[in-house]
């Protein structure tokens, strides 16, 4: 027999009665004060070393009275004193620099307006600012270190309930088992709401595990506790669902977003002209050269033309230099190209080498067709050992939610030249969801210093 209520009641972790909330709240007026005296402080003594008469502050103390107080404000309007911040220290470290910068922006409006610029040192404004936040991000730093290490991996109080739907793990959360209660007694029993309440009303969060049929009742029991709950779904999970969200009238499940923003699309292609415009006009010289070289080589074209899959699986024409024989063009991508290749020409094997051979890939960034950087568009006949790309993996049509590039993460950590195996393929392919999944300008340029030192290359081929 299993132990009743009661004896769950008795035998669950007395720990989760620790009040963390109230010691969050502790922490947080602590962090509140601390920032205002070092922000104060700081400003002072960056401006009595700069008054000729040493510690002679008056000007300090304007500017330091004024910049204090709006920073704090934003500080609290940002989110900084959250369980996300306390959390995350590079979370704590963007909304510490965004405060101090729109509190500076601020200050100099009041001034203007005021027709006080004049007298602010912008010696002291900038240098005790800066001075400041490095201060506070550094107090944030070590506090929020010890009471992580004084309450745990988190700043939650997590409950997670197995009401017969299995054990879920995550570190720090309490554990209760509430299977085999009755869920139709529970809900017509004030004593044992009262105390399966009292246990869950210090907790932040609720995570219950229930067989699919419990989840209406678990969901009506929950609601009536008043308590911040969260219920798993298998279904949800193979569904890679994001979050839920409620119209009139219905409901739905968010399962994709796409990974860039429409003011993020316009960062990237706003950085795609700003670099691609200029490198057309300097290397337009280098494409006539290669152009007259792969004539003279075998008298055919000079461009390779072949369909590939760009953004949204849409497909658009990509140009390369052609690099292959005339007769011995594979415009559907079939076989890889080798190592020692027969169908490749003597100027084409230089251009692979080097690179060159993506140059015109440069008018497919101008119309829109690419980026610089992305996941490496590839052709529809491309194999991964025997099966063709879409084959190996249900994720591969994930990669072309973005534009594809003339570079990438995958080509920058080596992974290149043909697939021979589906091996070859997964970690491209994982490279590529990373890009997608953290895509950011500094990272797009970290790419690009990446790949001029990988443009040669012994996959090149």
């Known amino acids: ?44 003594v960056v401006s009595g070393i700069y008054e000729v008469r040493p510690w002679h502050t008056a000007a300090g103390e304007e500017i330091a009275s004024a910049i204090t107080p709006i920073f704090a404000i934003l500080c609290f309007y940002l ?25 500076a922006v601020l200050f100099l409006i009041v001034t203007f307006v005021t027709k006080t610029t004049a007298e602010t040192s912008r010696f002291m404004l900038t240098v005790g600012l800066t001075v400041g936040t490095i201060m506070v991000i550094a107090f944030h730093a070590v506090v929020t270190g010890i009471c992580r290490k004084w309450l745990g991996t988190n700043f939650e109080n997590v409950m997670i ?11 720090g959360a309490h554990q209760f088992d509430a299977s085999g209660i009755c869920l139709e007694r529970l809900k017509h029993s004030p004593d044992e709401l009262h105390d399966l309440g009292s ?37 949800l999970e193979d569904m890679g669902a994001l979050e ?17 923003s429409l003011r993020k699309r316009v960062i990237k292609r706003a950085f795609d002209l700003a670099l691609t415009v200029p490198a057309t006009i300097v290397l337009l010289p280098v494409f006539l050269i290669i152009a007259i070289a792969i004539r003279l080589d075998d008298g055919g074209p000079v461009f390779f033309r072949q369909r ?35 169908r490749i020409t003597k100027v084409g094997s230089f251009l692979r080498r080097t690179s060159l051979d993506e140059l015109p890939q440069l008018f497919n960034v101008l119309l829109g067709h690419m980026s610089i950087v992305g996941p490496r568009p590839h052709a529809i006949g491309s194999r991964a050992g025997d099966k063709l790309f879409w084959e190996v993996s249900q994720e591969y049509w994930q990669r072309h939610a973005m534009k594809p590039g003339l570079t990438g993460l995958a080509q920058v950590r080596g992974l290149r030249g043909a697939t021979d195996r589906e091996e070859d393929l997964t970690k491209r392919l994982t490279a590529d969801l990373e890009y997608l999944a953290n895509w950011s300008p500094q990272g797009d340029l970290w790419v690009i210093l990446q790949t001029l030192r990988v443009l040669v290359h012994p996959n090149a081929y």
């Open 308 to 342: 590939r899959t760009g953004r949204n699986n849409c497909f658009f024409t990509m140009l390369k230099f052609r690099t292959m024989r005339v007769e011995k063009t594979d415009s559907d991508g079939n076989v890889s190209a080798s190592r020692d290749d027969d």
């Open 1 to 44: 027999m299993g132990m009743s209520f009661d004896e769950r009641i008795l035998n669950f972790d007395r720990s989760a009665d620790i009040p963390i909330e109230k010691y969050r709240i502790q922490l947080y007026i602590f962090l509140l004060i601390g920032d205002v005296l070092l922000m104060a402080s700081s400003i002072l």
């Open 199 to 235: 246990k869950m009303r210090n907790m932040d969060r609720v995570i219950l595990n229930c067989p699919p049929g419990d989840r209406p009742d678990w969901a009506h029991v929950l609601k009536a506790l008043g308590v911040r709950a969260e219920i798993t779904s298998s279904i």
């Open 161 to 171: 309930v197995d009401a017969g739907g299995g054990p879920i793990e995550l570190d």
């Open 79 to 103: 989110g900084l004193y959250s369980i996300p911040s306390l959390a995350s220290v590079r979370k704590m470290v963007l909304i510490v620099l965004h405060a101090s910068v729109a509190s």
């Open 244 to 260: 839920i969200r409620k119209e009139d009238g219905f409901t739905t499940i968010l399962v994709a977003t796409g990974p860039l």
